[in-house]
């Protein structure tokens, strides 16, 4: 004969069900029965007095539940970065019109910038079955924030920040910041133009019309044609053929094997390991041309200290400028507060001329000036004091800028290893000479206050 109330409890024990057999069911009958079974948690006494009230034969109906434990969140890492090429966008321009050289293709971040968020893990709560039995629940699992070069964790240990510019990466689960941007070809339309906060290499030539600004160095191993180049420190590349057009500017020194109708600047030195023809160059310090050929011809060359070459000119007697003894930034410096000085002492006449006709004014009336003149009268004074403050400045700039060229004259001198041509011009600290025979391993410097051009032994 079957029993007139089943207990039934699934596997997880979470739920308890009870299978009536008869209709006359009373709750102190379905209650003795989950107590003997040794039900404790989770009775749902509505439920009960639902099934004595509508009784179902032979179906599992639930009268007790437990509850289910909550496993904590595993820790997790917000990435604020986009891994891979962006979306190539070029730049459209304010006349409509789009410049295609203007093509992102990495995302640099800043110093400061957030790089990654990490969200704790959080705590398991536990359940309880029927029983009345805890069941434990698991706490999440918690994650290092790995950080590498360029940046650092925030104290809390939830954000990583970017500790200088560049361009955020992730190698084996360590985020870093690089500062070096590697091109693997050219750069041109595929790449766009490159304006990076750190190093740039290039393992390809530089295109017509693009440029590349680096803060740091920038190494090219291919040539740059006719595009501006442009480092904060130094720069190194196959060649340059300018063509007449395009800039490379350096902080620091520049590497080349060779120039072509260049326009170069450094604050450095430049070491050409070939030729610079037909190019203009200003070196901070020095220039050397060696190599097989070692030849500066057809060029317009100025440096701080030394010029030297292997040839100097040519047999064609193509017109060659040789310059050393000032530094070219003293010279730009020079040429720019003499302009200063010009204008500065034009303005101080004119202020002169209109105080002289207010105290004229003031002297006519017995030592009065109406207000809106004296108030004018005493801004042109101020002003005046003002100018004559800033001319003492920049003439006594201007005649330390002068010594310093007098020094560098002194100690700068013009060397060819085989020969200088004729038609070459050499200038010495101001001091100017037109080659008119040809000479061979010769050094020129300054002597009794004139050039002179001695056998050069090494």
Known sequence: MDTKIELKVDSD????????????????EIKFVLDNGGIKFGIADAKIKEIVKNPILKEPLLVAQGVPPVNGKDAKIEYKLEEGTQERRPLVLDDGTVDYKDVKVFKIVKAGDVLAVKTPPTKGRNGRDVFGNDIPAKDGKDIRLIVGRNVSISEDGSKAIAEKDGIPLIHDGILEVSQLLEIKGDVDYSTGNIDFPGDVEIRGGVSPAFYVKATGNIRIKGVIEAAD??????????????????LITAKGDIKVKFLENAIVECDGDLYVDGSIVNSKVRAGRKVEVTGNVGQIVGSNVMAGLIVAA?????????????????????????????????????NLEKLSNLIKLFEDTKKKNNGFLPADKAEKYDQAKSSRLEIYKSLSQMIAEVKELEENISTYANDSMIIALSKI??????????????????????????????????????
């Open 13 to 28: 024990k979470l739920n308890a069900f009870i299978i009536l057999n008869d209709k006359n069911v009373s709750e102190s």
């Open 229 to 246: 180049v442009s480092a904060g420190g130094n720069i190194e590349c196959l060649g340059v053929k300018g063509r007449g057009k395009g």
């Open 310 to 346: 292997k040839e100097i000119g040519s047999e064609m007697a193509v017109t060659t400028r040789i310059e050393v003894g000032v530094n070219p930034k003293i010279r730009d410096r020079i040429k720019m507060l003499s302009s200063q000085i010009y204008v500065q002492k034009q």
């Open 421 to 458: 041509h004729p038609s070459t011009e050499i200038i010495i600290g101001g001091r100017r000479m037109i080659i008119d025979k040809e000479f061979g391993p010769s050094i020129a410097k300054i002597s009794n206050d004139k050039i002179e051009i001695k056998p050069y032994i090494p």
